[in-house]
């Protein structure tokens, strides 16, 4: 591996760092370099807080070194005022000369101008080192800002015999396919997503909570489709808890700052009407939990980015079947449960 791969793979290291805590902004990762000698490191860790190459050039000791330094990001430094002050002016204010960067960023408020910023300051600029590992690191990030849309995540349980729910039920609360590793599992993949999706009858039959309880982070705002307005005031998703986004085909209803409404006409073009309305209120990425009806739905239009399938050590005998997924996947295993990974590359 060549010196400027083994730096740029260290700054996605710490880009990773930020996963779930950096929404709207993407994950960076950025090391400054002295003489074959990291001297300082850092990552982006929140919106509105300072950006990779901020940390990374406050670590420095000795600032006099930076003049004869490189710094490595493994995102295009932004040239552009938004909470935080442009990277750029920093770099060039402390007159580091090389830069090495990962990947263009896709933001149109960036793309490109952060290159051609240093460049015109007389700074020397590498571009697409890793560029492939640094896309897939803020894959959320470059989907929204390229297909206008979120990164979709697809994830259910089911059973041995292929179903994901009983017909019936004697209480409104979810039947456990999976064990309590995976259910852990399930709420830390919360914690990283931006927003999480059920439809009318998953809250109805389970009266879930959607929140990353077992876990420790931000809980995923939460997307309920209802389009006539059976779910009340008496389910968890209607408790003002956390934001809450109700898709629904009825009109002139009121909503506060952590409770909205947008309508939507519930035909074969939802599911696209579902990720532009989550594309308008700047969600990157969602998992849809939703049951079978909503999550084939996704399937059939071909519109998500990633399936994350549970089989449990369980069998229901009989019920709803699970949704209809083909096609090459990773298989891993948690305790007695299998999980299956799809990759959508189209």
Excluded at 17 to 29: A, H, I, K, R, W
Excluded at 149 to 172: C, H, M, N, V
Excluded at 306 to 325: C, D, Q, W, Y
């Amino acid at each position: 591996m060549k010196i400027h791969e083994i730096y740029i793979k260290r700054c996605i290291q710490l880009a990773k760092n930020g996963l779930g805590t950096t929404y709207p902004n993407p994950m960076v990762g950025s090391i400054i370099v002295y003489n074959n000698e990291i001297i300082g490191e850092g990552w982006h860790r929140k919106s509105g807080e300072a950006h990779a190459e901020v940390n990374a050039i406050n670590s420095v000791k000795d600032k006099s070194l930076l003049a004869k330094a490189t710094i490595y990001v493994s995102l295009e430094p932004c040239s552009h005022f938004g909470k935080t002050p442009p990277c750029c002016d920093l770099i060039i204010k402390h007159k580091i000369p090389n830069v090495v960067i990962g990947t263009i960023d896709p933001n149109s408020k960036v793309s490109g101008t952060g290159i051609k910023r240093l460049q015109e300051n007389g700074v020397n600029v590498t571009v697409g080192i890793l560029e492939k590992e640094c896309i897939e690191l803020n894959k959320r990030f470059f989907t929204f800002h390229n297909k206008k849309r979120p990164y979709i995540i697809l994830k259910w349980a089911e059973s041995q015999d292929g179903f994901i729910a009983p017909l019936t039920k004697d209480k409104k609360e979810p039947i456990w396919i999976s064990n309590e590793f995976s259910r852990q599992l399930v709420h830390k993949w919360r914690s990283e997503e931006q927003a999480i999706l059920v439809g009318t009858k998953t809250v109805i039959d389970d009266n879930p909570k959607l929140d990353v309880r077992d876990w420790s982070g931000e809980n995923p705002t939460r997307i309920v489709l209802d389009k006539s307005g059976k779910i009340d005031k008496n389910y968890y998703v209607k408790d003002g808890q956390i934001k809450t986004i109700i898709i629904t085909e009825q009109e002139n209803l009121t909503f506060t700052e952590n409770y909205i409404y947008e309508n939507a006409i519930f035909d074969t073009k939802l599911t696209k009407t579902i990720a532009d309305v989550l594309y308008n209120h700047g969600i990157q990425s969602i998992v849809i939990e939703g049951g079978k009806q909503t999550l084939q739905s996704f399937i059939d239009n071909n519109l998500w980015d990633e399936a994350r399938v549970f089989i449990g050590n369980t069998h229901l005998k009989s019920g709803i079947n699970a949704p209809s997924l083909n096609g090459n996947c990773q298989v891993k295993t948690i305790k007695d449960d299998q999980l299956k990974l799809f990759f959508n590359h189209d």
